[in-house]
């Protein structure tokens, strides 16, 4: 009866909607991650798995449906914010022999902005500034105020303004 | 002390329209489908006839939202109406599609994006189109009259009437009808 009990509360938790919602999830969640900063917005239907090894900085954003798979580390800067329907891996499913020895933490950098349905994979650091646009699969890294986009991502522009981007 | 009250006022309201969106939208079976159809017609700014809204299929800003006759919205698909959205007659949305209709604005890069709004761009999708699952149709964009979006396609451009489109960036693979 008590497993159903923490099921039914854990739902409603994940699921309420509002101001309401954001501010009981923040209250949960806190405790459970390695490191949260002040006003993290959790919006609902979020799955994080080994919240242990995530860690947040403050005024970070998640979208709706968001999963977070935090196994091997996933740490996110100041002011980002992660959008709608996003995934993110740090555990691959198959490496070769050869790259065994490669990380698998994912890195996301301050004021970084990773649009809906994007899907960031293991061992990947995002430099601070950069956007990453809507439905990309990120695969290699992103350097700082690169625009990156598509299946893989490439970076396609630069988030500068005109006078500094060919430096 | 008034401004005060109405704030709050108006974040009880927000909340409760919520949570009684959320406990709509997430009710299965036909009773569900009957209940979201009445839901959403008093909430669309226009409604046609015989609207189909799937489970947890969400709608933000409705009172921007207009849809034509025979509009199938599936599971878990959302529409963001908050730039204006236009959906024409018999146009079907697959699962899990995402329709948006704003930006953020990125004007200054060592702003934290948050603080600098949004710009708001409409969508129109005409009629009898078809729209597929994990399809994303990014703001300002207008589709023609019987295009199919094939699944996972995420659009960045305006596409003319009887297109078939795929793939990220989405291109034309064919017309319709020829």
Known sequence: MGEEINGIVSWLLRNLPGNTGTFLRYIAYKGKLKSCGKKVI???????????????????????????????????????????????????????????????SVTVGNNVWVGANCILDAGITIGNNAIISAGSVVKADVPDYGIAAGNPARVVSWNKKSSESKS | ??????????????????????????????????????????????????????????????????????????????????????????????????????????TDPDKPFMLQGFEYKSVAIGDNTEIGSCSFIKAGITIGAGCKLLPGSILYKSIPDNCIVAGNPAVIIARAGK
């Not at chain 1, 959790?42 to 709706?64: D, E, Q």
């Not at chain 1, 091997?72 to 790259?99: E, F």
Request: with cysteine.
């Open chain 1, 42 to 104: 959790f919006a609902t239907n979020m799955h994080i798995k080994h919240p242990k090894n995530l860690v947040l900085g403050s005024n970070v954003i998640f979208g709706w449906d968001v999963v977070i798979d935090a196994e091997n580390g996933v740490s996110i800067g100041d002011w980002s914010g992660i959008a709608h329907g996003c995934v993110v891996l740090s555990k691959r499913m198959y490496t070769p022999d050869d790259q065994k020895e490669k990380k698998e």
């Open chain 2, 1 to 106: 002390m008034k401004q005060r009250f109405r704030d709050i006022k108006w974040i009880i309201d927000n909340n409760v329209w919520l949570t009684a969106t959320w406990l709509v939208s997430s009710l299965p079976g036909k009773f569900g489908y009957k209940l979201r159809e009445l839901w959403w017609r008093k909430n669309l700014k226009s409604c046609g006839s015989n609207p189909v809204f799937g489970l947890l299929s969400r709608i933000q800003n409705p009172d921007k939202c207009e849809l034509g006759q025979n509009v199938t919205i599936m599971y878990d698909s959302y529409l963001n109406a908050s730039g204006g959205l236009i959906i024409g007659n018999n146009v079907k949305i697959g699962n899990r599609a995402k329709i948006w209709t704003d930006n953020h604005l990125f």
